[in-house]
């Protein structure tokens, strides 16, 4: 299958900083790239979608001030929390995929520990 | 509002032995259908997909779809204590939403010695 990058696979920043977490799709090129969050024993809830070029779309009660999305290329996305806090705290994952209807890969994730 | 379920488990069979999962969907409209594997700290991989109604095999793995029930399973042959991971059922929106995936909660598959 094809390749996914995320970078870092994890993190620990102190409450107030900012958080970039890259993902690159290293043998495809990604239209389309998803950033989920995971918290123990739950399954993955849809953050936002990101087009290359255009804004992210973010999920109902995903603020979107917080977490800043860029797909500036067709290989390269980025996730920014911004003032994290320890609720932020969490397995975040990026994915990718080179057309709608086709599958998608995942990122190895972050994982996010805000102190 | 969108769903999919699936029963969380654990579902627990012997080395060797067929493990079946289910997962239903509400949305009609849904054009396509997945299934990640993901062991505890892991981010999930990708193990089927399927697009049209009947069976699909890979290896050990066989995806069923069944769009008029509005069911997809998959079934693991020969089970091995490696195939122990919980299993997530993902659907893809059709319409304005299209290509969206949507998660189950994953089944917690258990495969004993």
């Known amino acids: 299958g094809a390749v996914v990058s995320q970078h870092p696979s994890w993190v620990i920043c102190k409450s107030g900083t900012s958080v970039k977490i890259e993902c690159r799709s290293l043998?495809?090129?990604?239209?389309?790239m998803f950033w989920y969050r995971q918290f123990p024993k739950q399954s993955l809830m849809l953050m936002a979608t990101s087009n290359e070029g255009s804004k992210a779309t973010y999920e109902q009660g995903v603020e979107k001030d917080k977490f800043l999305i860029n797909h500036a290329s067709l290989t390269l996305s980025t996730l920014t929390v911004t003032s994290a806090h320890p609720e932020d705290s969490s397995f975040y994952i990026c994915s990718a995929r080179e057309d709608p209807n086709t599958e998608a890969f995942f990122g190895q994730g972050t994982r996010l520990t805000v102190v | 509002q969108k769903e999919v379920e699936q029963n969380s488990g654990p579902l627990s069979v012997p080395e060797g032995a067929i493990a079946s999962l289910n997962c239903t969907y509400s949305?009609?409209?849904?054009?396509?259908f997945f299934w990640y594997r993901q062991y505890s700290g892991k981010s999930p991989e990708l193990i089927m997909s399927i697009y049209s109604n009947g069976d699909k095999e890979d290896g050990r793995f066989t995806a069923q779809l069944n769009k008029a029930s509005q069911y997809v399973s998959l079934l693991i042959r020969d089970s091995q204590p490696s195939d122990s991971a919980t299993y997530l059922c993902a659907v893809g929106a059709g319409g304005t939403s299209y290509g969206k995936l949507t998660f189950g909660q994953g089944t917690i598959l258990t495969v004993h010695p």
């Open positions: 043998d495809f090129q990604a239209t389309t």
């Open positions: 949305d009609r409209g849904s054009q396509s």
